[in-house]
């Protein structure tokens, strides 16, 4: 069972490196999606805040793993 286990996690930390990065991009996803599908903002404000929002957990991601090799 642990060897499966451990497959399984090897296996998902090829597709997902940084997990609170893949978590928040996913959240951020399903919030503009929300907002765009219920009409609170049009669909370019909502793709213009979907890159807006991935470049900046991007840096967040890059600084916080510069700090930790620190």
């Not at 499966?4 to 490196?17: H, K, Q, V």
């Not at 900046?56 to 916080?64: C, M």
Request: proline share 1%; hydrophobic share 55%.
């Amino acid at each position: 069972m642990k060897v499966i286990r451990t497959a399984i996690s090897e296996f998902l930390g090829l597709f997902i490196d940084d997990g609170s990065l893949a978590l928040f991009v996913v959240i951020l996803i399903a919030l503009v999606t929300a907002a765009v599908k219920t009409s609170i903002v049009s669909p370019l404000l909502g793709g213009g805040s979907l890159l807006l929002g991935c470049v900046v957990l991007l840096i967040e991601s890059l600084y916080r793993a510069a700090h930790k090799q620190r």
